[in-house]
């Protein structure tokens, strides 16, 4: 990524570069959000509204969204559920190990801070945040299917507004 | 039918050898810790699945040094109630086939379910029904 | 020919999870495996242990309502009610019949949508994706119904101790008549598509055999155990609610294989549609509630009342000690009893099978790990 950016930065300074620029941008922007498949990988009760999202009535694929179970495969993680002391060095291996540009969805009260199991939990992670970046935040306890959806339109967003010269 | 029965615990492997053709089905195995008595009280929650009796056994084990006889032997399914309450307390269970952590990761220090267990980070949540 | 005697082989190590497709959560199984066949295995779990059993101890009674939705979160109303049940039992509150059978009927209606997801999920790991699409079809509608009560769809917080949240409104009776009654023609669209499917019952016939003195020895609970061909079941042996007056029968199975454990969870969607039925149709009128300090203090002592979720026995030990909190919450779920045989129960079989006997066993690592 790093030679390239180089690439497009030097691009960038040449006259008539930044109009290549924007229209290769908005090309590889338009591929990435609407293409985004997401790592098979629940962890709790939200993870069966991932389900329920993916499944009949809600139906992800119309969005672009395609569960695959290797994170090598993958672009999108969506962090549904408590993470743990003993889980959070897994989902950091996880997301290590997914290609670049990958995504965090932060799904439930859960993985933003803890949630439920905020206070005297001894075990619990106060949200994924300690652990990896994350993009997106869809709060509820569970969030409902919709507000799943809602949330990565959000991202596809913000995917749209990127550049190739900074990430 | 609720029977209890309170055993020491040399008794128990005895006991159980006893009993176990009647009380053939494990329900649960669990500790409770009582820092004032200075005990650990044991607790064998056992059923009939003949005539649906309920057998609870209990034994107290000294708080510094809790170790009890293994009655995976017996009761399979004790095997891995033993190794929660191992794990969540710290009670030692001599003779056991595979004594390990079970649900906190393996370096984890300390036994919490103990009532004067404490973690640094921990937020005690503030009292809203008194 | 000589030479591949002498060749050097070694068993090779395989783990499964935490993060894997048919492990449904995050379950670990390190699989030993001599070329396909897997020779020893030992699940790892605690991966979602949160410490509820602490939490609760500072807790009030009514605040633990919430976590017990999520410990078998397929089934929050199942732990709903062990719970409250439990505190009932301490406290000598009894509840009015209309919240008995109200309970009923929300217990039945839940267990309905927990093995559908069950069915769904487990026909997607053996590579059968249409029954994934119609389970969860079906399952929307009883979510439906959930929600115009309880306003949610997953986790409820629904039971109170000494009755019910909320009561049934007519639109609700009228909405849960009519799908049972729609519902009984669905069970048998999935049956034609699984039970005599030759490419499933491959996968499942004589796969993952339990034997009934083994499946007792390891504390087996619900279809788990009565796959195995022991008629054992919370809601006939320790009548709780108005359980004891209904008729429902209880399905067993014989062998005590995949297809058995399939056939039982498929068998007991009818017997719980016929519980609805029965239930909405003897519904008494009346008050869903009855008053309860809000700060509840039962008298010191212990108590645990069974229950049945839809994968077992679950209950709670609770010792008291006379105040607004637990001195003691000790949960029994059954997917920890259940899961406790697994290393047994896939030693010998290929690793392809372990996802189809992984997919009987219906674990839910929210119950596991608590
Ligand atoms: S946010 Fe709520 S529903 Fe989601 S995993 Fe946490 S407890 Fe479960």
């Known amino acids: 990524m790093d030679l390239a950016q180089d690439v497009f930065r030097y691009v960038e300074k040449m006259p008539g570069g930044n109009l290549i620029l924007t229209t290769t941008d908005s090309l590889f922007n338009w591929a990435k959000a609407n293409s985004l498949w997401y790592l098979l990988f629940g962890l709790k009760c939200c993870a069966i509204e991932m389900m329920a999202a993916g499944a009949s009535r809600y139906d992800l694929d ?46 439930g009260s859960c993985a933003i801070t803890g949630g439920a199991f905020f206070y005297d939990s001894y075990a619990a992670i106060k949200g994924v945040d300690e652990v990896i970046p994350v993009d997106v935040y869809i709060p509820g306890c569970p969030p409902r299917p919709e507000a799943l959806i809602e949330g990565i ?15 | 039918m609720t029977e209890e029965k309170k055993i020491s615990r040399e008794e128990l492997l005895a006991t159980g050898e006893n009993i176990k053709a009647q009380y053939n089905f494990l329900v649960f195995i669990t500790a409770v810790d009582y820092p004032e008595r200075n005990v650990i009280g044991m607790v064998y929650h056992l059923r009939s699945l ?81 | 020919m000589n030479d591949l005697k002498n060749l050097k082989t070694e068993e090779y190590f395989l783990s499964m999870g935490p993060q894997h497709p048919s492990t449904h959560g995050v379950l670990r199984l390190i699989l030993k495996l001599d070329g396909e066949i897997v020779t020893g295995a030992t699940p790892d779990i605690g991966y979602l242990h949160r410490g509820l059993e602490k939490i609760a101890e500072n807790r009030a009674y009514i ?36 919240a008995e059978y109200i309970r009923v009927i929300m217990a039945e209606l839940n267990r309905l949508a927990s093995h559908l997801i069950w069915l769904g999920t487990f026909s997607l790991d053996l590579g059968a994706v249409t029954p994934f699409l119609y389970c969860f079809r079906e399952r929307e509608k009883i979510l439906d119904l959930f929600e115009m009560i309880t306003g949610s769809r997953l986790t409820y917080n629904y039971m109170r101790i000494g009755g ?75 009548p709780y609610a108005i359980y004891d007056k209904l008729s429902f029968d209880i399905p067993a199975g014989t062998v005590g294989d995949c297809w058995d454990r399939y056939a039982v969870r498929v068998r007991e969607m009818r017997e719980s549609a016929k519980i ?53 919450l000790k949960i029994r779920t059954p997917s920890f009893c259940n899961l406790s045989i697994i290393s047994h129960v896939i030693k010998g079989w290929k690793v392809a099978d372990v996802v189809a006997i992984l997919g009987t066993f219906d674990v839910v690592l929210g119950e596991i790990d608590r």
């Open chain 1, 62 to 107: 119309r969005l672009g969204l395609m569960f695959r179970a290797s994170p090598r495969q993958t672009d999108l993680m969506i962090v549904a559920g408590t993470v743990t002391a003993k889980m959070a060095p897994r989902i950091r291996t996880l997301w290590e190990q997914m290609a670049e540009p990958r995504y965090v969805i932060a799904m």
């Open chain 1, 153 to 167: 339109l959000k991202l596809q967003e913000k995917i749209k507004k990127e550049s190739l010269t900074k990430r």
């Open chain 2, 50 to 130: 003949g005539n649906r009796d309920t057998l609870i056994i209990k034994i107290d084990l000294p708080r510094e040094k809790p170790e009890i006889a293994s009655v995976a032997g017996i009761w399979p399914a004790a095997e891995w109630h033993e190794r929660e309450v191992f794990d969540l307390f710290g009670v030692n269970f001599l003779g056991h086939p595979d004594l390990r952590r079970i649900l906190l990761p393996p370096d984890w220090e300390g036994s919490p379910l103990r009532k004067d267990y404490t973690k640094p980070g921990v937020i005690k949540r503030p009292e809203t029904i008194k």
């Open chain 3, 63 to 98: 605040q633990i309502i919430p976590f017990t939705d999520r410990l078998d979160y397929l089934s929050s109303m199942s732990g709903n009610l062990a719970f409250v049940l439990t505190v009932e039992k301490l406290a000598g509150i009894a509840p009015p019949p209309r």
């Open chain 3, 164 to 238: 019910v949240a909320a009561d049934l409104s007519a639109q609700f009776i009228k909405d849960a008549a009519a799908f049972i009654q729609d519902f009984k023609f669905r069970v048998a669209e999935y049956e034609a598509l699984l039970t005599q499917n030759p490419i499933f019952l491959a996968r499942t016939k004589n796969v993952g055999i339990i034997k009934a003195d083994k499946a007792i020895a390891y504390g087996l609970t619900g279809p788990m155990l009565r796959a195995s061909g022991i008629s054992r079941d919370n809601r006939r042996d320790f």
């Open chain 3, 276 to 328: 609805v039925e029965q239930a909405l149709s003897g519904l008494p009128e009346g008050n869903f509630k009855t008053k309860v300090p809000l700060s509840l203090k039962p008298p010191a002592g212990e108590s645990y009342a069974p229950v049945e979720s839809p994968r077992g026995e679950i209950g709670f030990y609770l010792v008291s000690n006379g105040t607004a909190k637990p001195y003691r």
